[in-house]
């Protein structure tokens, strides 16, 4: 099968390599001797992968590997059309999944959209509720809103009751961003005081980090919260704890990957709330740029650039 392989850490430019490899066996490395094989049409493209390919990711498998968290395809034993989460091997014609982590799509979604379904809209939803304890009628703040973990916790929110304000960078990613469904969206420079304008926020969804990590704190309301989802914007920031104290404010960790895989059961939970907000039609996946299978480097460079909207997807097949 042809793949993609991460050969060595000096980033997207140099580390892939396309590769012709054996198929993998029906076995995953947190499920030994069961997993499911998905022919793979479409493999999802996400910011672990740019930090794989520099080793800066908190996983660090030994080299050379085949990147890619999550796939849509068909089921070889099946033949139905699911989404999968993989955690590596997506970057294939061939990948293996734990079976918890597969889940059908709809007739009417592409491959695409598949693709973009499990690694961002599970965070999305661990991360607002499970972690967040997001309520109806709440107001939530959108970090990163036009890209993939941001459309994708602009609809959850949307489906789970709550008004969302997005953040953006410019007119393009604003668009995405509506088009998600964001009831507002604001910029990215000066966002505080937009929000604090509009009402300010009860919860801020913050997969970007960086030096507007203060102003989220003060862009909330009484007892709001701060979800922490990720450090897309390069820098982990500090925060001066007494800054909760002032109007009785959290900061909380949602490290989804981590907390699910040894426990399934949470997984499959998240799915059937997904699966009703799917239903309903709250969720459906906004596909941004789609590369071939070997311009995986340049889906890589896109991200980590910061240019892209939407999900990037490689289109395998």
């Given at each position: 099968?042809?793949?993609?392989?991460?050969?060595?850490?000096?980033?997207?430019?140099?580390?892939?390599?396309?590769?012709?490899?054996?198929?993998?066996?029906?076995?995953?490395?947190?499920?030994?001797?069961?997993g499911v094989l998905v022919d793979v049409h479409a493999a999802g493209v996400a910011?672990?992968?740019?930090?794989?390919?520099?080793?800066?990711?908190?996983?660090?498998?030994?080299?050379?590997?085949?990147?890619?968290?999550?796939?849509?395809?068909?089921?070889?034993?099946?033949?139905?059309?699911?989404?999968?989460?993989?955690?590596?091997?997506?970057?294939?014609?061939?990948?293996?999944?734990?079976?918890?982590?597969?889940?059908?799509?709809?007739?009417?979604?592409?491959?695409?959209?598949?693709?973009?379904?499990?690694?961002?809209?599970?965070?999305?939803?661990?991360?607002?509720?499970?972690?967040?304890?997001?309520?109806?009628?709440?107001?939530?703040?959108?970090?990163?809103?036009?890209?993939?973990?941001?459309?994708?916790?602009?609809?959850?929110?949307?489906?789970?009751?709550?008004?969302?304000?997005?953040?953006?960078?410019?007119?393009?990613?604003?668009?995405?961003?509506?088009?998600?469904?964001?009831?507002?969206?604001?910029?990215?420079?000066?966002?505080?005081?937009?929000?604090?304008?509009?009402?300010?926020?009860?919860?801020?969804?913050?997969?970007?980090?960086?030096?507007?990590?203060?102003?989220?704190?003060?862009?909330?309301?009484?007892?709001?919260?701060?979800?922490?989802?990720?450090?897309?914007?390069?820098?982990?920031?500090?925060?001066?704890?007494?800054?909760?104290?002032?109007?009785?404010?959290e900061v909380i960790g949602a490290g989804w990957g981590a907390y699910v895989m040894?426990?399934?059961?949470?997984?499959?939970?998240?799915?059937?709330?997904?699966?009703?907000?799917?239903?309903?039609?709250?969720?459906?996946?906004?596909?941004?740029?789609t590369f071939p299978l070997d311009r995986a480097a340049e889906a890589l460079k896109?991200?980590?650039?910061?240019?892209?909207?939407?999900?990037?997807?490689?289109?395998?097949?």
């Amino acid at each position: 099968m042809r793949a993609i392989q991460i050969t060595n850490l000096n980033g997207p430019d140099e580390a892939l390599e396309l590769a012709d490899l054996p198929e993998p066996e029906p076995s995953h490395m947190f499920t030994p001797g069961s997993g499911v094989l998905v022919d793979v049409h479409a493999a999802g493209v996400a910011f672990p992968e740019v930090l794989q390919s520099r080793g800066e990711y908190q996983f660090k498998p030994d080299l050379p590997f085949v990147p890619g968290a999550e796939v849509g395809g068909v089921a070889r034993e099946s033949g139905q059309r699911v989404a999968a989460c993989c955690y590596l091997g997506g970057f294939a014609e061939v990948a293996v999944a734990p079976e918890y982590m597969v889940f059908p799509i709809p007739d009417d979604w592409s491959y695409d959209e598949g693709a973009a379904l499990v690694f961002n809209y599970h965070t999305a939803y661990f991360s607002l509720k499970l972690r967040g304890r997001l309520s109806e009628g709440e107001t939530v703040l959108v970090h990163g809103a036009a890209g993939g973990v941001g459309t994708a916790s602009i609809q959850i929110a949307k489906g789970l009751g709550a008004r969302v304000i997005g953040v953006v960078s410019n007119d393009e990613k604003e668009q995405v961003a509506r088009a998600a469904g964001a009831d507002e969206v604001v910029r990215a420079d000066g966002f505080k005081d937009a929000v604090k304008e509009l009402g300010g926020a009860d919860l801020v969804l913050d997969p970007v980090g960086g030096d507007r990590f203060t102003d989220s704190l003060r862009s909330l309301r009484e007892e709001g919260r701060v979800v922490v989802v990720g450090f897309t914007g390069g820098s982990i920031p500090e925060v001066r704890v007494n800054r909760l104290l002032l109007s009785n404010i959290e900061v909380i960790g949602a490290g989804w990957g981590a907390y699910v895989m040894p426990k399934p059961e949470v997984t499959l939970q998240i799915g059937n709330e997904i699966e009703k907000l799917i239903q309903s039609g709250y969720v459906k996946p906004i596909v941004g740029a789609t590369f071939p299978l070997d311009r995986a480097a340049e889906a890589l460079k896109l991200i980590d650039g910061r240019g892209a909207t939407g999900k990037v997807v490689l289109s395998v097949r």
